[in-house]
C-alpha cells in the first residue's frame, strides 16, 4: 500500500528560530495535507495543497506541493512555544471513490525551547 | 455539538475484555471515519461510514474489530477480546460528505485504549 516517510522525526529548537519538514511518498497524491496534533487531542488541519507546485502560507507556516507529487515540505518561521506538537504530512488519493481515505505521515514531534 | 465527542477519553481494560469506544461526530456530517494511532505512529485508517452503511471496512486489523452507526450520527466501535497489541488512541473524525475530500475531516481527541 501507498507509505509516507516524514523526516524528521523529531525536532528540538530554539524559539525564534525556522523550522523546516518534510514528507516522501512512493506513490502520487493528488492533495497533501499538514495537521498537527496537541497532546490528548485529534489532529487538527494547518494547510491543504492541491496542485503540484502549489505554495501555500498560512501566517508562519508555508507548505509546498512538489512537483513530482510525491512529496511536500512544511516551513515554520521564527518559532514560538505554542507550535509544540506532532506535525503529520497526509496524502489524498484521487482514485474512483476513496478520495476520503488519507495516509499519514509518522509525524515529527517538535519541542520549542522558550 | 460543536466539534466531534469521543467517549470514554482513557479506557483501561483487561486482555481477553470487550470494549466499546463511542463516536458523536458534528451535527449533519453524514460520512465518519475511525482511525487508530499507535504510539509514535501515523494514523491508520480502519473504516469509513457513508450515512448508515459502512461502504469501506478495508482498514479494520481482525474480525475482533467491528463498528457501527445509528441515526446517521452516534458510532461505535467494538474490539472483542482485546489484546494487548489493540493498545492505541482510537480517533473519530467526521465530515459533511465524503466527495469534499479528506481536508474538510473533523477529528475528535480520541479515546486512549490501554490492554494490561
Known amino acids: 500500500g501507498q507509505q509516507l516517510n516524514q523526516s524528521p522525526q523529531s525536532m528540538f529548537i530554539q524559539e525564534g528560530e525556522d523550522v523546516s519538514m518534510n514528507c516522501t511518498s512512493s506513490?502520487?497524491?493528488?492533495?497533501w495535507l499538514w495537521y498537527k496534533q496537541d497532546p490528548g487531542e485529534g489532529p487538527v488541519l494547518l494547510i491543504a495543497?492541491?496542485?503540484?507546485?502549489e505554495l501555500t502560507s498560512n501566517g508562519r507556516l508555508t507548505a509546498q506541493f512538489g512537483i513530482t507529487r510525491k512529496d511536500s515540505f512544511l516551513n515554520i518561521s521564527a518559532s514560538i512555544p505554542s507550535d509544540v506538537g506532532i506535525y503529520f504530512c497526509a496524502g489524498q488519493p484521487n482514485s474512483g471513490g476513496s478520495n476520503y481515505k488519507l495516509t499519514f505521515g509518522k509525524g515529527t514531534l517538535l519541542t520549542v525551547n522558550p | 455539538g460543536a466539534g466531534v465527542s469521543q467517549s470514554p477519553s482513557n479506557k483501561v481494560t483487561e486482555k481477553g475484555k470487550d470494549v466499546e469506544l463511542r463516536c458523536d461526530p458534528i451535527?449533519?456530517?453524514?460520512?465518519l471515519y475511525w482511525y487508530r494511532q499507535r504510539l509514535g505512529q501515523g494514523l491508520e485508517f480502519l473504516i469509513y461510514f457513508q450515512g448508515n452503511s459502512a461502504p469501506d471496512k478495508s482498514g479494520l486489523p481482525s474480525d475482533r474489530f467491528s463498528a457501527e452507526r445509528t441515526g446517521e450520527s452516534v458510532s461505535t466501535l467494538t474490539i472483542q477480546r482485546t489484546q494487548q497489541e489493540d493498545s492505541a488512541v482510537y480517533l473519530c473524525?467526521?465530515?459533511?460528505?465524503?466527495?469534499?475530500?479528506?481536508?474538510?475531516?473533523?477529528f475528535g481527541s480520541g479515546t486512549q485504549l490501554s490492554v494490561l
Open positions: 473524525a467526521s465530515s459533511l460528505s465524503p466527495t469534499l475530500g479528506g481536508e474538510k475531516l473533523f
Open positions: 451535527s449533519g456530517h453524514t460520512a
Open positions: 506513490s502520487i497524491f493528488n492533495t
Open positions: 495543497l492541491y496542485k503540484a507546485g
